[in-house]
């Protein structure tokens, strides 16, 4: 059964920044997808970051593109987000999740139903 174990949250101020770590364990087949999903307070959960294994290729929602980098470290399973020039409104819960189905995933930010596995998340509060 795989499990994703979300770290890193916690509080910052404007412009500070954060690292939030994701590891994942028990994978049967190799993941083809890692991505990190966030809920505001009031607001519905969206994608955030996204990388493909295939091509090493990522994506970012434009709300944080330029500030926010995901990366992975394949021999410790592990992903990342760097988050930079915080801003309140990043206040949320991030969710690290993985997705093991074959075949490229089209726009993988708009695609929660894909990811089969979903870490329990962590808080980022974010203060002005």
């Known amino acids: 059964q795989v499990q994703l174990v979300e770290s890193g949250g916690g509080s910052a101020q404007a412009g500070g920044s954060l690292r939030l770590s994701c590891v994942a364990s028990g994978f049967t087949y190799k993941w083809n997808n890692m991505a990190w999903f966030r809920q505001r307070p009031g607001k519905e959960r969206e994608g955030v970051a996204a990388?493909?294994?295939?091509?090493?290729?990522?994506a970012y929602a434009d709300a944080v593109k330029g500030r926010f980098t995901v990366s992975v470290d394949r021999a410790a399973n592990t992903l990342y987000l760097q988050m930079d020039s915080l801003k309140p409104d990043d206040t949320a819960v991030y969710y690290c999740?993985?997705?093991?189905?074959?075949?490229?995933?089209?726009?993988?930010?708009?695609?929660?139903?894909?990811?089969?596995?979903w870490g329990q998340g962590t808080q980022v509060t974010v203060s002005s």
């Open positions: 999740a993985a997705r093991t189905s074959l075949g490229w995933l089209r726009d993988p930010l708009q695609r929660e139903a894909a990811y089969d596995s």
């Open positions: 990388f493909e294994a295939g091509g090493d290729s990522t």
